[in-house]
């Protein structure tokens, strides 16, 4: 369980990986203590990503998540960014040892 430490909020997550219906991965953060849903980490949008790559939230209550889930060894944040609506996605690719590419089915 990492420990992650944010604008609003600190503590140990158990992170969690499911798909999008339009694919691409999505990276949420639950509490570890009350297993609590805390974070959606990810955005989706219409772009074919490459295995292991997700478009990151920064902006409000995720602002500061980006970095706190690099310092973890979740992602590893990349110079590209990409419009969502009002604010910019960063680009980020998984390198969380216990992840595993989920079957585009489940």
């Known amino acids: 369980m990492p420990n992650i430490k944010a604008k ?5 997550v158990n992170i969690h990986y499911s798909n999008y219906a339009l694919g691409g991965t999505r990276i949420n953060l639950h509490g570890a203590k009350f297993h609590e849903g805390l974070f959606c980490a990810t955005v989706c949008l219409p772009d074919n990503l490459p295995d292991k790559h997700v478009w990151i939230k920064g902006w409000g209550e995720n602002e500061g998540l980006p970095k706190a889930l690099e310092k973890a060894g979740i992602i590893q944040l990349l110079p590209k960014f990409v419009q969502a609506g009002f ?11 216990s992840y595993s590419p989920l079957d585009s089915s489940q």
């Open 8 to 12: 609003y909020f600190s503590g140990e």
């Open 87 to 97: 604010c910019l996605a960063q680009m980020a690719k998984i390198i969380d040892p």
